[in-house]
């Protein structure tokens, strides 16, 4: 029992005993918190050419309803109609129990390279297809939903679809001339009357003029600012 006694001292005294400088426990420095990730996402309207597309980075923790609201943007619908996103062979918005506020982008299952596709008003039937492009590390100090590359503008919300745009595209391919001739009534004109007084009943014409002239011209810097303000919107909500 003697021998034993001595034996449970020395066992519970090299337990006791604090630890040596040279093996003292190091607590680890916690490591930096990793950057959110960001979806490189290319958007191409389906059935039109020359093509009208869009190169967008949102954040993949933004839900799928803020990818909704940042394609309303970028392609400059006026979020009037109904919508709906196809992934995976699931319906997510209109006519499905999924709500679109409770679903995360990174909860989706999305890998690079895979196409889903982004429905708008059903009865022009305008079809986007989306591809992830690249997933990236978001960058300090950066807004986003921000837009990176596009071209051209999106056809007019309520003008048919796409071959009725294609149509109208065709008949107005003379617009920049009309307007050339448009202009020069106006410096003919007194310059003390507006241009409505000038033109009378083809002010309606001129403006019609002045937006296909332009359907081909993609503001990429005044459509960020919309993004910006979207996402300031949000944050506010939020």
Known sequence: MIQGFAVNRTFTAAISAPPSTKEAIVVP???????????????????????????????????????????????????????RFVIHGREYGYDSRLDLREVRLCDLGLRV???????????DYWVHD????????????????????GRRCAPPDGCGGARAFLERRQQ???????????????????????????????FEEFAELCRWALIDRFDRRATNRQLRELADGARSIG
């Open 29 to 83: 420095e916690p490591a930096e918190r990793a950057l959110p990730s960001v979806y490189q996402m290319r958007i191409v309207l389906r059935g039109i050419s020359p093509l009208i597309w869009r190169r967008l980075l949102i954040r993949a923790t933004d839900r799928v309803a803020d990818l909704h609201a940042a394609l309303q943007v970028a392609l400059g619908w006026d979020s009037s109609h109904l919508h």
């Open 113 to 123: 390279g895979e196409r889903f596709r982004y429905e708008y008003d059903f009865t």
């Open 130 to 149: 989306i591809c992830l492009e690249a997933i990236l590390p978001a960058q300090p100090g950066r807004r986003y939903p921000v837009l990176t590359g």
């Open 172 to 202: 107005h391919a003379d617009a920049p001339l009309k307007l050339l001739r448009v202009f020069g009534e106006l410096l003919d004109g007194d310059p003390e009357r507006r241009i409505d007084e000038i033109l009378g009943e083809r």
